[in-house]
Protein backbone atom coordinates (compact mmCIF):
# COMPACT_ATOMS: atom_id res chain seq x y z
CA UNK A 1 0.00 0.00 0.00
CA UNK A 2 1.56 3.53 -1.08
CA UNK A 3 2.35 6.00 1.52
CA UNK A 4 -0.41 8.50 1.63
CA UNK A 5 1.31 12.07 0.54
CA UNK A 6 1.42 15.22 2.95
CA UNK A 7 -1.54 16.94 3.37
CA UNK A 8 -1.39 20.14 1.29
CA UNK A 9 -1.46 23.80 3.91
CA UNK A 10 -4.48 25.86 2.92
CA UNK A 11 -3.46 29.30 1.11
CA UNK A 12 -5.11 31.67 3.76
CA UNK A 13 -3.48 29.47 6.87
CA UNK A 14 0.10 29.43 5.00
CA UNK A 15 0.03 32.83 4.34
CA UNK A 16 -0.52 33.51 7.81
CA UNK A 17 2.61 31.40 8.72
CA UNK A 18 4.08 33.76 6.17
CA UNK A 19 3.00 37.40 7.96
CA UNK A 20 3.84 35.50 11.89
CA UNK A 21 7.74 35.18 9.83
CA UNK A 22 7.56 39.00 8.47
CA UNK A 23 6.38 40.30 11.47
CA UNK A 24 8.67 38.91 14.06
CA UNK A 25 12.07 39.18 11.30
CA UNK A 26 10.75 42.86 10.93
CA UNK A 27 10.26 43.66 13.95
CA UNK A 28 13.94 42.12 15.14
CA UNK A 29 16.12 43.52 12.08
CA UNK A 30 13.85 46.13 10.67
CA UNK A 31 12.79 46.65 7.51
CA UNK A 32 15.78 47.14 5.49
CA UNK A 33 18.02 44.95 6.88
CA UNK A 34 15.21 41.63 6.85
CA UNK A 35 15.52 39.48 3.86
CA UNK A 36 12.97 38.06 1.96
CA UNK A 37 15.73 34.94 2.58
CA UNK A 38 15.28 35.25 6.29
CA UNK A 39 11.68 35.48 6.20
CA UNK A 40 10.95 32.51 3.83
CA UNK A 41 13.48 29.87 6.79
CA UNK A 42 11.67 31.22 9.67
CA UNK A 43 8.29 30.81 7.68
CA UNK A 44 9.51 27.31 6.90
CA UNK A 45 8.75 27.73 3.21
CA UNK A 46 10.65 28.74 -0.47
CA UNK A 47 11.29 32.26 -1.24
CA UNK A 48 10.00 31.60 -4.29
CA UNK A 49 6.48 30.57 -2.58
CA UNK A 50 7.00 34.33 -0.47
CA UNK A 51 6.47 36.14 -3.91
CA UNK A 52 3.57 34.15 -5.24
CA UNK A 53 1.70 34.86 -2.11
CA UNK A 54 2.96 38.18 -1.18
CA UNK A 55 4.68 39.43 -4.16
CA UNK A 56 7.32 41.82 -3.04
CA UNK A 57 8.89 42.89 0.20
CA UNK A 58 7.31 46.30 0.11
CA UNK A 59 3.59 44.49 -0.70
CA UNK A 60 4.71 41.53 2.68
CA UNK A 61 5.32 44.51 4.87
CA UNK A 62 2.48 46.58 4.11
CA UNK A 63 0.84 43.21 4.43
CA UNK A 64 2.24 43.06 8.05
CA UNK A 65 1.06 46.33 9.01
CA UNK A 66 -2.11 46.06 7.40
CA UNK A 67 -2.97 43.17 9.90
CA UNK A 68 -1.32 44.22 12.94
CA UNK A 69 -3.31 47.62 12.98
CA UNK A 70 -6.56 45.78 12.32
CA UNK A 71 -5.68 43.67 15.06
CA UNK A 72 -4.77 46.36 17.43
CA UNK A 73 -8.44 48.45 16.15
CA UNK A 74 -10.72 45.23 16.57
CA UNK A 75 -9.07 44.16 20.04
CA UNK A 76 -9.82 48.40 20.97
CA UNK A 77 -13.11 48.30 19.87
CA UNK A 78 -14.46 44.96 21.01
CA UNK A 79 -13.54 45.75 24.69
CA UNK A 80 -15.50 49.13 24.44
CA UNK A 81 -19.00 48.40 25.75
CA UNK A 82 -21.84 50.63 24.36
CA UNK A 83 -23.88 52.50 26.69
CA UNK A 84 -21.49 51.94 29.91
CA UNK A 85 -20.35 54.57 31.82
CA UNK A 86 -17.67 57.41 30.04
CA UNK A 87 -15.06 56.46 32.54
CA UNK A 88 -15.20 52.24 31.66
CA UNK A 89 -15.64 52.80 28.46
CA UNK A 90 -12.09 54.83 28.13
CA UNK A 91 -10.55 52.73 30.72
CA UNK A 92 -12.04 49.73 28.85
CA UNK A 93 -10.25 51.23 25.45
CA UNK A 94 -7.07 52.03 27.10
CA UNK A 95 -6.80 48.72 28.68
CA UNK A 96 -7.61 46.66 25.58
CA UNK A 97 -4.72 48.96 23.81
CA UNK A 98 -1.83 48.53 26.67
CA UNK A 99 -2.83 44.47 26.82
CA UNK A 100 -2.97 44.11 23.12
CA UNK A 101 0.56 45.71 22.38
CA UNK A 102 1.89 44.32 25.68
CA UNK A 103 1.09 40.89 24.25
CA UNK A 104 1.73 41.62 20.89
CA UNK A 105 5.40 43.53 20.94
CA UNK A 106 6.45 42.30 17.58
CA UNK A 107 3.21 43.65 15.87
CA UNK A 108 3.94 46.92 18.05
CA UNK A 109 7.10 47.39 16.84
CA UNK A 110 5.87 47.45 13.41
CA UNK A 111 3.47 49.87 13.86
CA UNK A 112 5.04 52.10 16.49
CA UNK A 113 9.02 52.61 15.05
CA UNK A 114 9.29 50.64 11.72
CA UNK A 115 6.70 51.91 9.69
CA UNK A 116 6.85 55.37 10.56
CA UNK A 117 10.87 55.60 10.00
CA UNK A 118 10.99 53.70 6.21
CA UNK A 119 8.78 56.49 4.89
CA UNK A 120 5.63 56.37 2.31
CA UNK A 121 3.39 54.75 1.49
CA UNK A 122 4.11 52.52 5.11
CA UNK A 123 4.38 55.80 7.34
CA UNK A 124 0.35 56.49 5.75
CA UNK A 125 -0.66 53.29 6.73
CA UNK A 126 0.03 53.59 10.00
CA UNK A 127 -1.41 57.27 9.98
CA UNK A 128 -4.57 56.54 8.88
CA UNK A 129 -4.52 53.68 11.84
CA UNK A 130 -3.93 56.18 14.36
CA UNK A 131 -6.79 58.52 12.61
CA UNK A 132 -9.19 55.94 13.03
CA UNK A 133 -8.53 55.22 16.79
CA UNK A 134 -8.28 58.81 17.33
CA UNK A 135 -11.92 59.49 16.13
CA UNK A 136 -13.23 56.51 17.97
CA UNK A 137 -11.71 58.14 20.96
CA UNK A 138 -13.06 61.47 20.41
CA UNK A 139 -16.83 60.13 19.98
CA UNK A 140 -16.26 58.61 23.24
CA UNK A 141 -15.17 62.08 24.78
CA UNK A 142 -17.91 63.42 22.80
CA UNK A 143 -20.07 61.51 24.28
CA UNK A 144 -18.69 62.03 28.08
CA UNK A 145 -18.70 65.45 27.75
CA UNK A 146 -22.65 65.36 26.52
CA UNK A 147 -23.60 63.48 29.40
CA UNK A 148 -22.17 65.59 32.06
CA UNK A 149 -23.97 68.44 30.30
CA UNK A 150 -20.46 69.70 29.61
CA UNK A 151 -19.82 73.24 29.25
CA UNK A 152 -20.43 74.39 25.55
CA UNK A 153 -16.87 75.66 25.44
CA UNK A 154 -15.61 72.22 25.24
CA UNK A 155 -16.14 72.53 21.70
CA UNK A 156 -15.27 69.77 19.03
CA UNK A 157 -12.38 71.48 18.16
CA UNK A 158 -11.46 70.47 21.66
CA UNK A 159 -12.72 67.44 21.78
CA UNK A 160 -10.44 66.42 18.65
CA UNK A 161 -7.40 67.55 19.86
CA UNK A 162 -7.89 66.14 23.20
CA UNK A 163 -8.46 62.18 21.28
CA UNK A 164 -5.59 62.98 19.73
CA UNK A 165 -3.38 64.20 22.57
CA UNK A 166 -4.90 60.86 24.36
CA UNK A 167 -3.43 58.80 21.71
CA UNK A 168 -0.29 60.71 21.15
CA UNK A 169 0.27 60.04 24.95
CA UNK A 170 -0.69 55.95 25.16
CA UNK A 171 1.60 55.49 21.85
CA UNK A 172 4.29 57.09 23.93
CA UNK A 173 3.74 55.20 27.26
CA UNK A 174 3.47 51.71 25.19
CA UNK A 175 6.37 52.31 22.95
CA UNK A 176 8.19 53.65 26.93
CA UNK A 177 6.82 50.30 28.48
CA UNK A 178 8.26 48.18 25.51
CA UNK A 179 11.59 50.11 26.08
CA UNK A 180 11.20 49.59 30.54
CA UNK A 181 9.72 46.10 30.73
CA UNK A 182 7.66 45.70 34.78
CA UNK A 183 8.82 43.07 36.62
CA UNK A 184 5.64 41.41 36.28
CA UNK A 185 5.11 41.51 32.45
CA UNK A 186 1.61 39.93 32.70
CA UNK A 187 0.31 43.03 34.32
CA UNK A 188 2.35 45.70 32.29
CA UNK A 189 -0.29 46.59 30.36
CA UNK A 190 -2.98 46.89 32.98
CA UNK A 191 -0.21 49.33 34.73
CA UNK A 192 -0.13 51.44 31.71
CA UNK A 193 -3.62 51.75 31.82
CA UNK A 194 -3.93 52.55 34.97
CA UNK A 195 -1.72 55.22 34.76
CA UNK A 196 -2.63 56.73 31.92
CA UNK A 197 -6.38 56.92 32.76
CA UNK A 198 -5.39 58.49 36.20
CA UNK A 199 -3.44 61.16 34.40
CA UNK A 200 -6.09 61.71 31.76
CA UNK A 201 -9.23 61.23 33.44
CA UNK A 202 -9.23 63.86 36.54
CA UNK A 203 -8.52 66.37 34.16
CA UNK A 204 -10.85 65.50 31.81
CA UNK A 205 -13.57 65.44 34.63
CA UNK A 206 -12.73 68.85 35.19
CA UNK A 207 -12.71 70.26 32.08
CA UNK A 208 -16.54 68.85 31.31
CA UNK A 209 -17.90 70.31 34.58
CA UNK A 210 -16.16 73.80 33.23
CA UNK A 211 -13.02 73.90 35.77
CA UNK A 212 -10.79 74.90 33.36
CA UNK A 213 -6.75 75.22 34.15
CA UNK A 214 -5.77 78.52 33.71
CA UNK A 215 -2.49 80.16 34.05
CA UNK A 216 -2.09 82.06 36.96
CA UNK A 217 -0.72 86.20 36.30
CA UNK A 218 2.95 86.88 36.16
Not at 1 to 14: E, L
Not at 25 to 54: H, N, Q, W
Not at 126 to 136: C, G, K, S, Y
Not at 171 to 196: V, Y
Request: hydrophobic share 50%.
Amino acid sequence: MGTQGKQRVPRAIREQQMLDAAVATFAKRGYRAASMDEIAVAAGVSKPLVYLYLNSKDELFSACIRREADALKAAIRSAVEPGAAADHQLWSGLLAFFEHTAAHPDGWAILYSQARTVGEPFAEEVAAMRAEIAEFVRVLIAAASADAGCDPALADREVAALAHALVGAAESLAGWGAANPARDAANSGRENAATLMNFAWSGLADLMHGRRWEPSPR
